[in-house]
C-alpha cells in the first residue's frame, strides 16, 4: 500500500464537490460534478488496478476508532471492488445524461448526486457494521430529494413509498444488529463474518436481514415501491436506482446474510426460491403487458434480481460467481436502458411504448445500442448478461432441478418482452409524424452509451476480469456456507459431486 | 461547617438572578437588553462553575442534593439551553413592546429549580425543585398577557401541573409513610426489603404518574400540544429543551437509585409509557398544520425514546439517557429557533406549516437547515439523532428487552413520515410568499452551530461524548 487512504478520498471527494455545487451557478456546478465523478473513475480504476486478487482478503484497509462503538473503518475485497467499479463508472454518465434534461435547481441536483455516490461507495467500503448502516441508508436522503423534487408528475407519492418502504425493511436489520453486537462484542464486519451466531438466533437474524435487503433488491412482494420510484424518478436517477442502489441488496446477501448466518440462510433457502420463482415468472408476465417503457424495463429489473437471489441462495460457486457478474450486467444493462428511453422522453416527452414505432429507419445508431442492450438483457451469448444467466442457472440446477427449470422460464420470459418491446419501438411501420421526425443520437449520447456498450462487450466476452477479483473471496464465502448448501433433487447423478467439487 | 462549593452553579444563578430583578425594577423597560445579556453571562459562569465541581462529591446537606457528575452533566445541557432560550426571545417580544426584563429572570429561577431537580436525592428537594421550576414556567407559558392563547396556555399549564403536583405529593407521602423517610438511599433499602408493600407500590405509581406529566409522557402529556402552541416561542423553545431534560433526568435517578430494587415494578410502567408516547407522537402530528403544535407531537415521541432508555436501567440505561439528551438539545433548541425565523414580509410570526412551502427555493440555507433538524429528530442517518436513538436501542437490548426495542424500532418508521412531510413541503412544493428577513445573527450563528452538531460532523464528538455520559451514569449508583 503506499500510504495514502485511497477510499477515504474516494469517498470524500464527491461529498466535497457536492458540498462547492451548493454555492455555484448551474453550468459551473455540472461542470464540477462531471469533473468530481471522472476523478472518482480514475480513483476507481486505480484502485481496480492495484487489487490483488492474490493478496490478502481485505486490502486497502483504514481503521480509524471514532469510539462509542463506532468506528471509521475501510476496506475491499474484490467483491466490493467490482461493485465500486461499476458505480464510479456509472456516474459520470448519469452526471452527463442530466446536462440539458435537467434545467431546474441544477446545483443542488448535482450536490444530491454527488452525495448520492459518496454513500454509495461508503456503504461497499465499510468495514463497521454501524459505518454500513449509515450508508446504507443515508443513502435514502439524496434519493428522497432526487425523486421528490426532479421526478414526474406522481413524484410526491413515488419518493414516500421509496423512502418509508425502505426505511422499515432497514430498521429491523438495525435491530438485529443491536442484537448481533451485543452477542458478538464487535461491530468489525470481518471479525462478523467469522463469528457463528446461535443456530436459533441466526434464523431471527437472517428474517431481519431480510427484510432490509429484500426491500432493496427487491424481491416479491416488497417490489411494488420499484415500479413508482423508476417511473416517477428522472432519468439519471432510474440509471442510478437500477444501477447501484438495487445491487445493495445483493451485496448485502453475499457481505451479510450468507457468511454471517449460514444456518440461518441454509433454513430458508426454500422461502427465497419460492420468492424468487414467483418472481421470475410474475414479474415477467407483468412486464409483458406494460405501456410505459421505462415501468417494463422496472418490473424486468425485479425479475433479473430473482436470478441473483436463484444464484445467491444455491450457494455454490457457479451460482455465486453468476449471481456476481448478473449484477454488474444488470447494471450496465439496465441502466443503459433507462438511458435508452431517456433519449426518447427528451425528443417526445411520452414514456407510452405505443407513441413509438419504427425507429430504426429515423434513428438508426439508437436503433443499434437499443438492440445490444436488450440483448445483454435477455442474455444472449457474447454479452455481458449470458454470462451472468448461465452460470447463475447452472448453480441454481445443482441446488434443484425444479428451482432451474423455474428460472429458465424466465429467460424465455424476458426474451420475449424484451424482444417485442424493441420490436414494438424500433421496428414496424412508423405511426406519429413526430416520433418519426426524432434526429438520431447526438454526439454527447453516444458519449453515454457506447462505453455501456464497450462494457456489456468486454465482459460477456472476457468476463475473467470480473471473475478473477471476487474468485478468492467466493471461495472463502463457500467454506463458510459449504455445509448449508441445499442439494434438493439434483437431477443428474454427476451434479452433486460436481457442485461439492 | 456548611460547604458551599457543591452548590456553587445555584448560588450564582440565585443570588445573580435576584440582583437582576433589582436591576429590572429601576431600569424598567430600558434595561432589558442589559439584563438578558446579563443572564445570559450569569448562566455561562455557572455553566463553568461546573468544570470546578468534584465529580463525585456524594450526598450533602444531609441527603438533600447530590453535586455528583451525573446532576452537573445535566446543568452542562440545561445552562447553555436556557442562555438559548434567552437570546431567542431578542427581537421577539420588542413587536409587542412586551420585552420586560422579566422573562430573563424568570429563565434564571427556572434554571436554579431545575439544578435542584436534577441534583435532588430526596423527595423533599425533588418536590422544591420542580415546583421552583414549574412555577416560573407557568409565567412563562402565559408572559404575552394581551394574547389568548398565551393565557390560556398559561392557565392550562398551570391547572394540570398543579394537579400533577399533588399527584406526585400524595406519591411522595405514601413512600414517605411507608418507608418513614425521604431520602433516595432510605427508600431503595425499605423497597430492597422483600416484598414491596401495596402502599409502597401505590406511593411508586403515584410518584412516576407525576413525573411523567412534566416529561409529557403519554398518557399524561395532553396538555404539551396546547401549551406548546399557545405560549410565545421562545419560551416553547425553553420549555421542550432545560426543563425536559432536568424532569428526564430527575426520572432517570428516581427510577435508577431510589427505586432500582422494584425495576420490576417501574419498567413496565416505563415501557409501557415509552411505546405510547412513541407510537401516539408520531401518529398524532400526522394531521397538524401547525409547526409548534407539530413539535410538541414530536417531543412526545422523543419522550418516548429516552425513556426506552430508562428502561434499560442500569449504567448502560443511564448513560443513554443522558447521550440522548445531549443530542436532543440541540435538535429541539434549532427547530425552534428555525420556527422563531418564520416571519411574514411584516415580521408577524407565522406557524402554519404550509407558509414552509418551498423554502428551499427561496431561503436555500434556511430551508437545509430545518430539514437537517427534522432528519435528526426521526434519527435517519447519516444525521447524529440517529445515534442517540442507535444508543438507547442498544441500552434496551442489553437489558434483554429485544422485543420492546423492535416495537420502539418500528415507531421510528412511523415518525419518519411527519418529519419527512416538512422536508417535502420545503424542498418539492412550489414557493409561497418569501419569510421576511430577521437580523439577528447571533440566532443565525446558534442555528448553525446546533445544525453542525447534529450533522454527521457530531460523530466527531461520539468517543468524547460516550466516556463522558458513561462517568457520570456511573456516579449515580
Not at chain 1, 462547492?20 to 488496478?49: E, M
Not at chain 1, 435491530?175 to 457463528?196: E, G, K, S
Not at chain 2, 445535566?74 to 420586560?100: D, L
Not at chain 2, 401495596?198 to 395532553?222: D, E, Q
Request: proline share 4%; aromatic share 12%.
Amino acid at each position: 500500500m503506499n500510504g495514502l487512504p485511497l477510499l477515504t478520498i474516494l469517498i470524500g471527494l464527491p461529498l466535497i464537490a457536492g458540498l462547492l455545487c451548493l454555492f455555484v451557478k448551474a453550468n459551473a456546478a455540472r461542470w464540477i460534478a462531471l469533473v468530481a465523478t471522472l476523478a472518482d473513475l480514475v480513483l476507481g480504476s486505480y484502485l481496480w488496478a492495484l487489487y490483488d486478487p492474490a493478496g490478502a482478503q481485505w486490502q486497502f484497509v483504514e481503521h480509524k476508532d471514532l469510539g462509542g462503538g463506532v468506528a471509521w473503518a475501510l476496506g475491499v475485497d474484490g467483491i466490493a471492488v467490482v461493485l465500486i467499479m461499476l458505480s464510479v463508472f456509472l456516474m459520470p454518465i448519469c452526471i452527463g445524461a442530466s446536462w440539458r434534461s435537467i434545467e431546474k435547481r441544477v446545483p443542488e441536483y448535482m450536490a444530491a448526486f454527488l452525495l448520492m455516490e459518496s454513500l454509495m461507495l461508503g456503504v461497499f467500503a465499510a468495514q463497521d457494521l454501524f459505518l454500513f448502516y449509515i450508508f446504507f441508508e443515508g443513502g435514502l436522503i439524496p434519493m428522497y430529494l432526487i425523486i421528490g423534487i426532479w421526478g414526474g408528475a406522481e413524484r410526491i407519492k413515488a419518493s414516500y413509498k421509496f423512502f418509508l418502504y425502505t426505511l422499515f425493511g432497514s430498521v429491523l436489520m438495525l435491530i438485529a444488529m443491536l442484537y448481533m453486537v451485543a452477542t458478538a462484542h464487535t461491530t468489525f464486519i470481518p471479525a462478523l463474518m467469522a463469528y457463528n451466531f446461535p443456530v436459533d438466533a441466526q434464523n431471527w437474524l437472517f428474517l431481519a436481514f431480510l427484510a432490509s435487503f429484500a426491500v432493496k433488491l427487491p424481491m416479491w412482494p416488497v417490489h411494488t415501491w420499484l415500479p413508482d420510484a423508476h417511473v416517477q424518478a428522472p432519468t439519471a436517477g432510474s440509471v442510478i436506482l437500477a444501477g447501484v442502489l438495487l445491487k445493495l441488496g445483493g451485496y448485502g446477501f453475499i457481505r451479510f446474510s450468507l457468511p454471517m448466518f449460514p444456518d440461518g440462510s441454509a433454513m430458508f433457502v426454500p422461502l427465497v426460491f419460492v420468492l424468487s420463482g414467483i418472481a421470475v415468472v410474475y414479474t415477467s408476465l407483468v412486464a409483458l403487458v406494460q405501456r410505459d417503457m421505462k415501468k417494463l424495463i422496472a418490473y424486468s429489473s425485479v425479475a433479473h434480481m430473482a436470478f441473483v437471489t436463484f444464484g445467491l441462495f444455491a450457494m455454490n460457486r457457479q451460482g455465486i460467481e453468476g449471481a456476481m457478474i448478473l449484477m454488474l450486467s444488470h447494471g450496465l444493462a439496465s441502466g443503459a436502458l433507462f438511458l435508452i428511453v431517456g433519449v426518447v422522453y427528451d425528443r417526445l416527452h411520452t414514456r407510452e411504448i405505443a407513441r413509438y414505432g419504427g425507429l430504426a429507419d429515423n434513428m438508426p445508431g439508437y436503433a443499434l445500442l437499443f438492440m445490444v442492450f436488450t440483448m445483454a438483457s435477455v442474455g444472449l451469448p457474447g454479452t455481458s448478461g449470458f454470462v451472468g444467466e448461465f452460470l447463475s442457472s447452472i448453480g441454481t440446477y445443482h441446488a434443484s432441478t425444479w428451482a432451474a427449470v423455474v428460472a429458465t422460464t424466465g429467460i424465455i420470459l424476458g426474451a420475449a418482452y424484451m424482444l417485442w418491446l424493441y420490436w414494438r419501438i424500433c421496428f414496424g411501420t412508423q405511426r406519429n409524424a413526430d416520433a418519426a421526425a426524432m434526429a438520431d443520437l447526438s454526439v454527447r449520447e453516444w458519449w453515454l452509451l457506447a462505453p455501456i456498450a464497450a462494457a456489456v462487450f468486454w465482459m460477456g466476452v472476457y468476463p475473467e476480469s470480473f471473475l478473477r477479483p471476487i474468485r478468492a473471496d467466493v471461495g472463502r464465502l463457500l467454506v463458510r456456507i459449504d455445509r448449508a448448501a441445499p442439494h434438493y433433487d439434483a437431477g443428474l447423478s454427476g451434479a452433486k459431486a460436481e457442485a461439492r467439487r | 461547617m456548611i460547604r458551599f462549593a457543591p452548590i456553587l452553579p445555584e448560588l450564582i444563578l440565585s443570588i445573580g438572578g435576584t440582583i437582576l430583578m433589582m436591576v429590572a425594577a429601576f431600569a424598567g423597560r430600558r434595561g432589558s437588553g442589559l439584563t438578558s445579556w446579563l443572564a445570559v453571562a450569569l448562566l455561562l459562569i455557572a455553566t463553568l462553575a461546573l468544570i470546578g465541581a468534584p465529580s463525585h462529591a456524594g450526598p450533602v446537606f444531609e441527603g438533600l442534593i447530590a453535586a455528583d457528575l451525573f446532576a452537573s452533566f445535566g446543568k452542562a445541557i440545561m445552562f447553555p439551553a436556557a442562555a438559548v432560550a434567552i437570546i431567542a426571545a431578542h427581537g421577539w417580544f420588542e413587536r409587542e413592546t412586551e420585552h420586560s426584563s422579566e422573562y430573563a429572570v424568570l429563565i434564571l429561577f427556572s434554571a436554579v429549580g431545575m439544578s435542584v431537580m436534577v441534583s435532588a436525592t430526596s423527595l423533599i428537594s425533588l418536590y422544591v425543585g420542580l415546583e421552583l421550576q414549574s412555577l416560573a414556567a407557568y409565567v412563562l407559558a402565559s408572559y404575552r398577557r394581551s394574547d389568548e392563547r398565551s393565557a390560556e396556555a398559561g392557565l392550562k399549564y398551570f391547572v394540570l401541573g398543579a394537579l400533577a403536583s399533588g399527584i406526585l405529593l400524595y406519591g411522595i407521602s405514601l413512600l414517605y409513610g411507608f418507608t418513614g423517610t425521604t431520602n433516595f438511599t432510605g427508600i431503595a433499602s425499605a423497597f430492597a426489603r422483600g416484598t414491596p408493600s401495596l402502599g409502597l407500590l401505590f406511593g411508586l405509581v403515584f410518584l412516576l404518574a407525576g413525573l411523567a406529566f412534566k416529561i409529557s409522557a403519554v398518557p399524561f402529556h395532553m396538555w404539551t400540544p396546547d401549551v406548546y402552541e399557545g405560549a410565545p416561542t421562545p419560551v416553547t423553545a425553553f420549555f421542550a429543551s432545560a426543563p425536559k431534560v432536568a424532569a428526564v433526568l430527575l426520572a432517570t435517578r428516581v427510577c435508577l437509585d431510589a427505586l432500582a430494587p422494584a425495576t420490576d415494578a417501574w419498567r413496565q410502567i416505563v415501557i409501557f409509557a415509552a411505546l405510547a408516547s412513541i407510537f401516539l407522537g408520531a401518529i398524532a402530528a400526522y394531521g397538524q398544520t401547525n409547526i409548534k403544535r407539530l413539535l410538541a407531537y414530536s417531543s412526545i415521541n422523543n419522550v418516548g425514546f429516552v425513556l426506552i432508555g430508562v428502561a434499560g436501567a442500569g449504567v448502560a440505561g443511564a448513560s443513554s439517557v443522558l447521550f440522548y439528551m445531549a443530542v436532543y438539545v440541540p435538535m429541539t433548541l434549532g427547530a425552534f429557533l428555525c420556527v422563531l425565523w418564520m416571519r411574514d414580509a411584516d415580521g408577524a410570526p407565522l406557524e402554519n406549516i404550509e407558509s414552509l412551502s418551498g423554502l428551499s427555493q427561496t431561503r436555500p440555507a434556511f430551508a437545509a437547515a430545518f430539514a437537517v433538524f427534522m432528519f435528526s429528530l426521526a434519527g435517519i442517518p447519516p444525521f447524529f439523532g440517529f445515534w442517540a436513538k442507535l444508543v438507547v436501542f442498544t441500552a434496551a437490548v442489553r437489558a434483554g428487552l429485544l422485543p420492546f426495542a423492535v416495537a420502539g424500532i418500528i415507531g421510528t418508521v412511523v415518525g419518519a413520515y411527519y418529519y419527512l412531510k416538512i422536508v417535502k413541503i420545503m424542498y418539492m412544493d412550489e414557493p409561497a410568499a418569501p419569510y421576511g428577513r430577521v437580523r439577528q445573527p447571533v440566532q443565525g450563528g446558534l442555528i448553525l452551530l446546533s445544525a453542525l452538531a447534529v450533522s454527521p460532523l457530531g460523530y466527531l464528538l461520539i468517543g468524547a461524548l460516550q466516556t463522558l455520559t458513561d462517568k457520570a451514569a456511573e456516579s449515580i449508583f
